[in-house]
């Protein structure tokens, strides 16, 4: 057995979560040993079983690149993306798995982009985030430049940017730039904080979500997306017909 072996066993009258309504996932960290998530290519392996059984059919990992702390390049992501690729099919797991990467919007941000090497995905995708401390100063400026290249850019987990959350006028000038949405389903189940469960529902009742990810680093953010199968916002949310997940 699997070291997730329990844990999408029946509980009662309980069911396994299905998040087939999503179908791809486009927010994770499975490539082993190269950032915060996946620490080995068991693990990894076990994850992907994970999301499998939850009714994934294809997800697009995607790997931190953080200034000078996490210095992943095309070069270390796609050999790790082929290793996971070849394990997959060894143990004839059938499921799509790509690659591309988070960016944290940094000092180091423009000079990868000014490089045109970013790691993209579906139509130009390009998936961003920022500090959780605080906003940068140029996010605009690199937004704009971004776009103007062409890129369809995607912020990753916005109601986890607390300093906005009395700001609440910047994140709707954000959308209001083209921006997608991208919340954790996780955030839902108050996984991070009420204040970030409250800032997700608040988004869904808006209706300014655009993509679901799972933002999965490891066994507990898979048991806590499990848990979020029965989530009233995360139906809510599918209903809505506002999710592009299925578009990538």
Known sequence: M??????????????????????????????????????????????????????????????????????NTPETIMPGLQRVQRELAKQHINIELQAAAEYLIDDKFEQKYKSGELLTFGRKHLLVEFSYFNEHPRWRDFFFDLQIAGYNLILAHPERYSYFFREFAKYEEIKDRGVLFQININSLTGYYSGEVKKMAERFIDLGMVDLAGSDLHNAHYLQALQQASSNKYLRKLIDSGNLKNHTL
């Open 2 to 71: 699997g070291i997730f072996g329990n844990l999408f066993k029946a509980s009662g009258n309980a069911t396994k979560a299905d998040m087939s309504a999503i179908g791809t996932d486009m927010h994770s960290h499975l490539i082993p040993g190269i950032d915060d998530g996946s620490d080995s290519l068991e693990t990894s392996i076990e994850l992907i079983k994970g999301m499998q059984a939850l009714g994934y059919k294809k997800l697009i990992t995607t790997p931190h690149i953080q200034g000078e702390f996490y210095c």
